[in-house]
């Protein structure tokens, strides 16, 4: 069984930095693309980043591109989004996903995602 379990939300301040972490079990990277995705109240979740296990290429929305990034650790099973000059406009609940295999060479954003975790909070005050 696959399950995800967000943690790392809190409150920063706008140019502040917060890392969030995605811990998985039951997928192998290799096989899976993890996705973040965001809701802000009154908004449609949108998608932020992803990661392809197939090529083990990244993407990012162009709201987030240079500011986040995100990083694997095939040890302990999870995938990071490290979040750096972030904007009130950041402020949301962060949810991360899973599919199976995205094929090579393929983007992993905009695709329907399979597992999710429960999300956690991101505030970023002016």
């Known amino acids: 069984e696959v399950q995800l379990v967000e943690s790392g939300g809190g409150l920063v301040q706008a140019g502040g930095s917060l890392r969030l972490s995605c811990a998985t079990s039951?997928?192998?990277?290799?096989?899976?693309?993890i996705g973040w995705f965001r809701q802000a109240p009154g908004k449609e979740r949108e998608g932020v980043s992803c990661?392809?296990?197939?090529?083990?290429?990244?993407y990012y929305a162009d709201s987030v591109k240079y500011r986040f990034t995100v990083a694997t650790d095939n040890v302990k099973n999870t995938v990071y989004l490290q979040m750096n000059s972030l904007k009130p406009e950041d402020t949301a609940v962060y949810y991360c996903?899973?599919?199976?295999?995205?094929?090579?060479?393929?983007?992993?954003?905009?695709?329907?995602?399979?597992?999710w975790g429960q999300g956690t909070q991101v505030t970023v005050s002016s």
């Open positions: 996903a899973a599919r199976w295999r995205v094929s090579y060479g393929s983007t992993c954003m905009g695709l329907d995602y399979d597992y």
């Open positions: 039951g997928l192998i990277f290799d096989h899976y693309a």
């Open positions: 990661f392809s296990g197939s090529d083990g290429r990244s």
